[in-house]
C-alpha cells in the first residue's frame, strides 16, 4: 500500500518572514490530517526557520537540491549532513529546471542521488521529457534514460528509499497539466522500468509522484490514476490555501 505523498517546491520564492507565516498557515490547515505524508520545500535560507515551525508537526521538510560531497573545498554548494542538520528529511535532485539552467546530467543527478541515500536523506529523483521529445514520439526514451542514468549503481536496498517524480516539462509552470491518462500512461512505463530493473515488489511499494501545473481543479482526477501516488506542486503550492486544499484532496487514496 503506497501512501499519498505531496509535496510543495516553493523554488526560489520566500523570504524568511513570508515563509514562516506560509508554514504556519500549512500547519494550521493540515494539522489533523494522516492519510498522506506532506513536505515542503523551501529555499536553503529558510530552511531552519520553516523547520522551526514544522518540527513539531505531520509536515517534512525537504531541499531542493545538494552537492554529493559532505565537505571539502566545492565553493557555494551544500551537503546531504548540513540539510540534515537544519532538519531535512527529503531532497528533490534533477529538477528539469536545474537540467536546464545548470547542465545537470544524469551522471551527477546518480551521484547526488546515491549520496543523499547514503547520508539518509529520501531523494525526490524528477524525470521528464521535453515537449520536443514527446512530438517526436521520443518521450518513453528519454525517461528509461534518465531513470537508469539516476539509478546507475543504486542497488536495490538503496532504491527501495526513493521517491520519483514523473514532472513532464512542458506542463511544468505553463497551466498545461498532462491529462490523467497521460500522466498515468507513464507513471505505469516507470514502474515497469523499476520491475526490468529491481523487482516486481519495488515497482509496486515505490511511490511516483506527478509534477506540471497541479491545481486544486486537477489534483482529483490526477489521484485517481492507480499508479499516481501524490504530487510535486511548484506555482499552487506557493499559496498557502490551495496547497491546503490539495493535500485534503488527496488523502487515503
Ligand atoms: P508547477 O511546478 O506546479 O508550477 O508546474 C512543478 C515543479 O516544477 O515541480
Redesign the pocket.
Known amino acids: 500500500m503506497r501512501k499519498s505523498f505531496i509535496a510543495g517546491?516553493w523554488?526560489l520564492n520566500k523570504q524568511v518572514s513570508e515563509a514562516v507565516e506560509t508554514s504556519k498557515t500549512i500547519k494550521e490547515g493540515t494539522k489533523n490530517l494522516s492519510g498522506v505524508d506532506i513536505c515542503i520545500c523551501p529555499t536553503f535560507t529558510v530552511l531552519k526557520s520553516v523547520y522551526e515551525i514544522t518540527k513539531d508537526s505531520n509536515i517534512s521538510l525537504g531541499a531542493q537540491n545538494l552537492w554529493y560531497e559532505n565537505q571539502g573545498a566545492y565553493t557555494g554548494e551544500i551537503g546531504a549532513s548540513s540539510l540534515l542538520d537544519v532538519g531535512c528529511k527529503y531532497v528533490?535532485i534533477g529538477?528539469?529546471?536545474r537540467r536546464k539552467y545548470l547542465n545537470e546530467s544524469d551522471e551527477i543527478i546518480a551521484h547526488k542521488t546515491l549520496s543523499a541515500l547514503e547520508a539518509g536523506l529520501i531523494p525526490i529523483v524528477?524525470i521528464g521529457e521535453t515537449l520536443e521529445d514527446r512530438e517526436s514520439d521520443k518521450a518513453q526514451k528519454v525517461i528509461e534514460t534518465q531513470f537508469s542514468g539516476a539509478c546507475k549503481n543504486l542497488p536495490a536496498d538503496k532504491f527501495s528509499k526513493i521517491i520519483i517524480?514523473y514532472?513532464p516539462v512542458w506542463?511544468?509552470?505553463?497551466g498545461k497539466t498532462a491529462t490523467p491518462e497521460i500522466a498515468e500512461g507513464m507513471h505505469k512505463f516507470i514502474r515497469q522500468l523499476i520491475e526490468n530493473k529491481y523487482t516486481k515488489e519495488l515497482a509496486e511499494n515505490c511511490r511516483i509522484l506527478y509534477?506540471?501545473?497541479?491545481t486544486p481543479a486537477n489534483i482529483e482526477s490526477l489521484m485517481k490514476e492507480k499508479d499516481i501516488d501524490g504530487a510535486?506542486?511548484?506555482?499552487?503550492?506557493l499559496a498557502p490555501e490551495s496547497f491546503i486544499e490539495i493535500v485534503k484532496k488527496s488523502q487515503n487514496k
Do not use: Q, R
Open positions: 517546491n523554488k528533490i529538477h528539469s529546471e524528477c517524480a514532472e506542463a511544468i509552470g505553463t509534477g506540471g501545473s497541479v510535486l506542486v511548484g506555482g499552487a503550492s
